[in-house]
């Protein structure tokens, strides 16, 4: 029995990422802030890959968000990304402007947490259907008065 997150439980978890890594690159010091940051931009990007595949495993999901972030870090070393934010600031906070290899640590870090963070609800979730469907049986089994 697969358990997916629902569409609406993961745009509302992303809208939270989202807003938890402004907030830390905003609040936190840079040393702080800018790790924090980019490892839910990962988080966001596995979330992203869950949003459009919604029977992507948790684990698959992980290393295509992560595989994506390595392709947009390394994307950073042709310069089109510079040009691009230059003319659309807010391409910066998607595509990045500079090539850091320590950001791909980060980007491990965050798509691991996005996995986790879904096969956690997943989880969650198989747990509920599963115990509901042992009690409508009980039920069934015992009358429904019980």
């Known amino acids: 029995m697969t358990a997916t997150v629902p569409r609406a439980m993961t ?3 992303a809208v939270a990422v989202v807003l938890a890594g402004l907030g830390a690159r905003a609040v936190l010091p840079g040393a702080v802030g800018g790790p924090v940051g980019d490892a839910l931009y990962a988080t966001l990007v596995v979330l992203l890959v869950i949003l ?3 029977r992507t495993s948790p684990a ?3 290393v295509i968000g992560f595989t994506i972030c390595l392709t947009i870090e390394f994307f950073q070393l042709t310069g089109i990304p510079v040009a ?3 003319r659309f600031p807010l391409a910066r906070l998607v595509l990045g402007t500079t090539f850091w290899a320590p950001d791909l640590l980060r980007y491990a ?3 691991a947490l996005g996995g986790a963070l879904s096969g956690a609800l997943s989880g969650a979730l198989r747990g509920a259907a599963t115990r509901r469907v042992a009690e ?3 039920r ?3 009358g429904s008065n019980g």
Do not use: T
Request: glycine share 4%.
């Open 84 to 86: 691009v934010a230059e």
């Open 11 to 13: 745009v509302v978890l």
């Open 140 to 142: 069934a089994r015992h």
């Open 136 to 138: 409508e049986e009980r």
């Open 52 to 54: 459009v595949r919604p």
């Open 60 to 62: 698959v999901a992980a």
């Open 109 to 111: 870090v965050g798509a």
